[in-house]
Each structure stands twice: as C-alpha cells, then as structure tokens.
T-cell receptor, first 112, second 115 residues
Framework: GQQVMQIPQYQHVQEGEDFTTYCNSS?????IQWYKQRPGGHPVFLIQ?????EVKKQKRLTFQFGEAKKNSSLHITATQTTDVGTYFC????????????FGKGTKLSVKP | NAGVMQNPRHLVRRRGQEARLRCSPM?????VYWYRQLPEEGLKFMVY????????ESGMPKERFSAEFPKEGPSILRIQQVVRGDSAAYFC?????????????FGQGTRLTVV
C-alpha cells in the first residue's frame, strides 16, 4: 500500500542548532504537505509543495520537494524553543480522488 | 468561519459499549478524513469520505468500525463493542480539495478511553 517513511523519529537539539527531517515515498506523489503538532494539540498545516524540485521558505523553515516527487525535507535554521513539537509530512496520492497519507513524524525537542 | 469541530473532546466507554465520534467540517469543505493517533505515535489514516460517499476506507479495521458523511449533518465515526486497544485520539480533518488547494484542516480531536 501507499506509505510515507519519515526519519528520524526523534531529534534532540540545543537551541540555535539546525534541524532536518526527511520524508520518502516509494511511489510518486501528487503533492506533499507538512504539518506541526504541538504536545497535546492537533496537527496544523504548514505548507504544501506541488512542483518537482520546488523549494519554499517560511522564515527559518525551508521545505524542499524532490525532482522525482518522491521525497521531501523540512529544514529549520537556528532552532528556538518555540519549534518544539512533532513535524509530519503527508503525501497526497492519486490526484483529486486520492487520500492523504501521513509519515510517522519527527518529534523535535529543543534544549535551551 | 468556524474551524473543524469535533465532539466530544473526551469520551470514556466501558468495554463492549459503542462510541460515536462526530466531526463537522469547515464551511464549504466537502472532503473529510479520519485519523487515529496512539500516544507518542503518528497519524494513521482510517477513512476518506466525500458527502454521502466513502472514497477510501483502506485504513479502517474490517470489523466494528464504520464511518459516514451524510448529505446533512456531521461525519460520524462509529466504533461498536469497543475494546481497550481502541483507546486513542481520533482526529478528523476537512479539505476543500479544489484545484491545488488540498491542505487539510484538523479538529481538536476526540480522546477515547476504554475502561
């Protein structure tokens, strides 16, 4: 079945260090989305990538979509304690009739 | 425009009882997803529905679980004869799915505890 693999599962960083999480799909995606879930909260949409090789930035966050539309990454520069949470990628398969499949997430903790 | 509304927020059921979880999507959204999340784990896809139609239920257990999204009213996730292993957070998300606009908006979730 459709599966999105995400690594690492956990990442502990010192405040100010960079952080990267990676997603990989065995099949081509229509698009990929990224979400953040704070402890005890619900997932909140961050961004959507649609085009092959696309790169988008949101302040200290950089999102990339691979050329083959099978992998993606989220990079945070100079982490802050407010970045704490679990970051999920979600792949959309099959276009307008497809479902949204989430990776298992990367839980980020930031030590002040 | 209210967000995705889920109720109840917390639900306690004894083993063997039924659990009914409700989700009202955002206004104008006709696509609904249900996900289950165990503590410290990711979101597991259960079912994807459009109004009156189940599009993909490949993530739903074959027995005891059912979902609907009627023409009027909220989407319902129904779990019959609950067991302890059903204890989890159940999140509903809705999406407009118009053109490239496919992002999902999540509700606060229903935390189900089976005792």
């Amino acid at each position: 079945g459709q599966q999105v693999m995400q690594i690492p599962q956990y990442q502990h960083v010192q405040e100010g260090e960079d952080f990267t999480t990676y997603c990989n799909s065995s099949t081509t995606l229509s698009n990929i989305q990224w979400y953040k879930q704070r402890p005890g909260g619900h997932p909140v949409f961050l961004i959507q990538l649609v085009k092959s090789g696309e790169v988008k930035k949101q302040k200290r966050l950089t999102f990339q979509f691979g050329e083959a539309k099978k992998n993606s990454s989220l990079h945070i520069t100079a982490t802050q304690t407010t970045d704490v949470g679990t970051y999920f990628c979600a792949g959309l398969y099959g276009g307008s009739q497809g479902n949204l499949i989430f990776g298992k997430g990367t839980k980020l903790s930031v030590k002040p | 425009n209210a967000g995705v509304m889920q109720n109840p927020r917390h639900l306690v059921r004894r083993r063997g009882q039924e659990a009914r979880l409700r989700c009202s999507p955002m206004k104008g959204h006709s696509h609904v997803y249900w996900y289950r999340q165990l503590p410290e784990e990711g979101l597991k896809f259960m079912v994807y529905l459009q109004k009156e139609n189940i599009i993909d239920e490949s993530g739903m257990p074959k027995e005891r679980f059912s979902a609907e999204f009627p023409k009027e009213g909220p989407s319902i996730l129904r779990i019959q004869q609950v067991v302890r292993g059903d204890s989890a957070a159940y999140f509903c998300a809705s999406s407009p799915r118009t053109g490239e606009n496919t992002e999902a908006f999540f509700g606060q979730g229903t935390r189900l505890t089976v005792v």
